[in-house]
């Protein structure tokens, strides 16, 4: 089991969902978590309950589009913590329409959140990474990017994380910094529950209808993605870089 003691993570999206899930996750193996997220109460949330379980985190209320909110969300963390090792950039959100509705706003929301902040985050995070001589970006892309009825916008940007994210494994490589995307398949969150909504059915359904497609007969829960953060977050995990890993249950191979 990875041991992130000294290190320090910080989670983009970390109030809710898999973002919650990855924070609570990183600091129960011993990282120093900076929960960033557009809804601070959200965030103060989540850090308090890991503070309660003995663990270190602090929270931020940042848009991750935002280049102030998100320099000052940096700034903050390495000012509590005294540096910065991981990131993980988890932030998103849907605006789920076909083409011929999508507006503008719809795109641009999308592409803004997921692949802005992405770079935003990385920008600033790599700084102090690059001097430490030493970093693990992982970025949360979708199964999505495969494409998806009414997600052009999202799957656009999912797609784009994964680029970025190989780029960044090249650019970043020589200075110690390895860089990773995760692609998941269904997880139960309030955002899958929303996109259930926007097809015409429910959370409940959409678990069954994937569990009996599956292999591994079960739909996927936020613990499924953090796992696999972990992974690539380890200091083990220096000749991993570049990767998109599809967790999925295996939804794909039929």
């Given at each position: 089991m990875p041991d992130f003691a000294q290190k320090v993570a910080v989670v983009t999206g970390g109030g809710q969902g898999i973002g919650a899930e990855v924070s609570r996750h990183l600091a129960a193996l011993g990282a120093s978590v900076a929960v960033i997220d557009r809804d601070g109460d959200n965030a103060k949330a989540v850090a308090?309950?890991?503070?309660?379980?003995?663990?270190?985190?602090?929270?931020?209320?940042?848009?991750?589009?935002?280049?102030?909110?998100?320099?000052?969300a940096i700034d903050g963390?390495?000012?509590?913590?005294?540096?910065?090792?991981?990131?993980?950039?988890?932030?998103?959100?849907?605006?789920?329409?076909?083409?011929?509705?999508?507006?503008?706003d719809d795109w641009s929301t999308v592409m803004d959140v997921h692949l802005r902040g992405a770079f935003i985050a990385s920008q600033l995070a790599q700084r102090h990474m690059v001097e430490a001589k030493y970093g693990r970006i992982v970025c949360m892309s979708s199964a999505s990017a495969l494409g998806n009825r009414?997600?052009?916008?999202?799957?656009?940007?999912?797609?784009?994380?994964?680029?970025?994210?190989?780029?960044?494994?090249?650019?970043?490589?020589?200075?110690?910094?390895?860089?990773n995307a995760i692609a998941?398949?269904?997880?139960?969150?309030?955002m899958t529950a929303a996109t259930a909504m926007r097809i015409g059915t429910t959370i409940d359904d959409m678990r069954r209808t994937v569990a009996a497609a599956a292999p591994v007969r079960r739909g996927g829960v936020p613990a499924d993605i953090a796992n696999a953060v972990a992974f690539f977050a380890a200091e083990e995990s220096g000749y991993v870089t570049g990767q998109v890993l599809y967790i999925d249950g295996g939804y794909g191979l039929v």
């Open positions: 308090a309950e890991i503070a309660a379980s003995g663990g270190a985190a602090a929270a931020f209320s940042a848009d991750v589009s935002s280049r102030q909110d998100m320099r000052a963390t390495v000012d509590v913590f005294g540096g910065l090792h991981i990131l993980v950039n988890n932030a998103g959100v849907i605006r789920d329409n076909l083409l011929f509705r999508m507006t503008d009414g997600q052009a916008n999202y799957a656009a940007a999912k797609a784009g994380v994964q680029g970025f994210t190989k780029t960044l494994a090249i650019e970043l490589g020589p200075f110690g910094i390895t860089a998941p398949g269904f997880i139960e969150t309030t």
